[in-house]
């Protein structure tokens, strides 16, 4: 294993050097494929990114872009859908062209049809150049969930009870309001990305920890990160 830890005072300064590499990636390559993801943590480096694109310093002109996940059954236009939040968050903000940016489709009748549909997007898009990741409190990563065994593909998931609680904080309505399912990009998806850049804040320590250097094992998804050759890891301490 590859790792490349870099450890950051504060969210800001983790935001920064996640925003760099982002930064330096697009200038290495402008049409890249950027893998994103939602969550509270990569929220600081989407402004970062922001205030570089509107400082002409970056451009997204010709980037494509391909979510991590998206929640069954919730509309677009519902402000805790995924894709409301990359809008508000950051395609509204900055020069790239909404049909380069993809996500799930929650909404598809088909499930199956739409995750089949999603890995073979990812695949006709060439793969992800750098695909960004958070990881959850169970060491999820998109919503891969801990299961008995790793899902490789695109797949329709249930929330596991430790996540629908953990969200269940950005939903006016709580828990009952949170969804049960998923639609999430597998780990094949995940580790074929050229790049992957693992952003934690310090409530993720001990996960991070137990992700990168316990056993490789479905229990902990994040896990499998360990066979990846270009991972890099920003981790906040406050
Ligand atoms: C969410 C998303 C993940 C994200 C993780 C951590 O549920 N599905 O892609 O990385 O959980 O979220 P946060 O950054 O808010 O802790």
Do not use: W
């Not at 990305?193 to 310090?202: D, E, N, P, V, Y």
Request: aromatic share 6%; charged share 20%; with cysteine.
């Amino acid at each position: 294993m590859r790792v490349k830890q870099i450890v950051t005072a504060n969210v800001q300064e983790m935001s920064q050097r996640g925003a760099a590499i982002v930064a330096a990636q697009l200038t290495l390559k402008s049409h890249s494929v950027l893998g994103l993801a939602t969550g509270s943590t990569p929220l600081g480096m989407y402004a970062e990114l922001v205030s570089r694109n509107k400082a002409g310093e970056i451009s997204f002109a010709d980037a494509r872009t391909i979510n991590l996940d998206e929640y069954c059954d919730i509309s677009a236009d519902n402000k805790n859908s995924y894709r409301y939040y990359m809008n508000s968050n950051f395609f509204d903000k900055i020069d790239i062209r909404k049909e380069n940016t993809y996500l799930p489709d929650g909404m598809a009748s088909d499930k199956q049809a739409e995750c089949a549909r999603y890995s073979e997007l990812v695949d006709a898009l060439g793969g992800i150049d750098l695909q960004v990741l958070g990881i959850g409190m169970n060491g999820h990563i998109g919503f891969n969930e801990p299961a008995a065994h790793f899902v490789m593909d695109t797949n329709c998931v249930t929330l596991t009870e430790s996540t629908r609680n953990v969200n269940a904080q950005y939903f006016d309505g709580g828990l009952d309001e949170m969804p049960r399912y998923a639609i999430t990009m597998g780990l094949r998806q995940i580790m074929q990305a050229k790049r992957i850049l693992l952003l934690a804040g310090a409530n993720k320590k001990g996960i991070l920890e137990e992700a990168l250097n316990g056993p490789v094992t479905p229990q902990v998804p994040a896990s499998i990160l360990q066979l990846h050759k270009r991972l890099t890891v920003i981790i906040s301490e406050s």
